[in-house]
């Protein structure tokens, strides 16, 4: 059984750092593409950044561009979304998606796997 599990959400104040992890088992991450995604209360999930199967390229949603980094560690099957300059409105529930494809997607539908999500919220 393929599962994600991400880690790492937590309470923080603007301005401040978290680094989200996203672990995999029953799948060999090194393959596919992997995307952050976030969706706060009342609103629809959006995709934050994602990364290439081999790491070598990645894209980001304007709203982070600059402040949020992904990145991956193939040898430990894990990805990561690094966070900075927070906002309060980056508070939402992140989820790790890993893709169908070697590049990344940014429509959920080409994601075969998801996480369940870790919460982050930023203070003011």
């Known amino acids: 059984q393929v599962q994600l599990v991400e880690s790492g959400g937590g309470l923080v104040q603007a301005g401040g750092s978290l680094r989200l992890s996203c672990a995999a088992s029953?799948?060999?991450?090194?393959?596919?593409?992997m995307g952050w995604f976030r969706q706060a209360p009342g609103k629809e999930r959006e995709f934050v950044g994602g990364i290439t199967a081999s790491g070598s390229n990645t894209r980001y949603a304007d709203s982070v561009k600059g402040r949020f980094t992904v990145s991956r560690d193939n040898a430990k099957n894990t990805v990561y979304l690094q966070m900075n300059s927070l906002k309060p409105e980056d508070t939402s529930v992140y989820s790790c998606?890993?893709?169908?494809?070697?590049?990344?997607?940014?429509?959920?539908?080409?994601?075969?796997?998801w996480g369940q999500g870790t919460q982050v919220t930023v203070s003011s």
């Open positions: 029953g799948r060999t991450l090194s393959n596919y593409a």
């Open positions: 998606a890993s893709a169908s494809t070697a590049w990344v997607p940014l429509l959920e539908g080409l994601y075969a796997y």
